[in-house]
DNA sequence: GCTCTATTGACAACCAGGTTGTCAACTCAA
DNA sequence: TTGAGTTGACAACCTGGTTGTCAATAGAGC
């Protein structure tokens, strides 16, 4: 009961992402996509967003390439990846979403955006357009070092 | 680029959240309470909130109460927490916050509280507010209509 | 052309924080 | 008194990260 508003908020955004995410691994479970992760999910749209090896992967997802690597590994066991060798450089594998891949994508994507719509019939479009303004400016920004050592 | 705009708000609570937590590690960990994490912190939080014993806390975290022990013997490592044998009850043990553990739930409720108020700083109180307001709404129910599997 | 440095992907060991399964001790209602 | 449910402990395991190391390769500077 003596939760901070602040503990209480970041809570929240926790609870809120996990939630948004069962719903859409269940949903792609449903729709033949068994074992898919958040984590195969976001990795696969940085992927086809535009992280053309492990390294960029890495880098892209804020990870390490050998974590990056780790989960291209677990993409192509699930035939949601494939790699070839580049042609322009033989340290590096590109990597290329299958159309497997590309049909999973698309109904995460479109199971996010129904919860998303679905916000929105619950508090308004305004109220959620309000919402995404305020997470953007509050993500955006995470420095503020010396904000919490004051206030004391 | 065609991350669909509900994956993007998914990702954007995550990214909001882990920039949170960050901030409150690394003043802990600046303020003489290094090796804390976020799941110390709220399972800390928790028990102060009335678990009183690792299956109470499991309960109140939503993990396994095997889980919850784990955390439990972290906490007493770290000296934040004494545990005691309960009178009335043999089996159990009692979890009882010590004052090193209530000056880091302190300090982490103070950053917690500063980054909220940096926050409404940053977009007016009224804005935070009716966020607030929305993310209760969108964490209460993760429902979904045509994609809904099962709520929890 | 040669050499030095940076980058890449692979591999190994490890860690944190979960999970399930099992167990003995204990409580409490029937 | 007994039997079902709860508790804490322990073990094995999984997942998604980490660091450290390595050989192969690319590319710039000379």
């Known amino acids: 009961m003596n939760t901070s508003s602040g503990a209480k908020l970041a809570g929240l955004l926790l609870g809120t992402f996990d939630a948004m995410v069962d719903v859409v ?14 984590t ?8 086809d967003d535009g992280a053309q090896s492990a390294s960029e992967l890495g880098r892209s997802l804020g990870v390490s390439r050998q974590a990056a690597a780790k989960t291209i590994a677990a993409l192509e066991e699930l035939h ?8 322009g450089d033989a ?17 995460g994507a479109r199971t996010f955006d129904a919860l998303r719509t679905q916000a ?23 420095d503020s070092r010396e904000a919490s050592t004051r206030s004391s």
């Open 25 to 38: 691994v269940a949903e792609l479970d449903r729709e033949g996509h068994p074992g898919v992760t958040a």
């Open 40 to 47: 195969h999910a976001f990795a696969l749209e940085a992927i």
């Open 80 to 87: 949601y990846l494939d790699r070839q060798d580049d042609p």
């Open 91 to 107: 340290r590096r594998k590109r990597l290329l979403v299958t159309a497997r891949g590309r049909e999973m994508m698309t109904i």
């Open 120 to 142: 929105a019939e619950q508090v308004g479009i305004r109220a959620l357009e309000n919402f995404e303004e305020v997470l953007a400016i509050l993500g955006g920004k995470s």
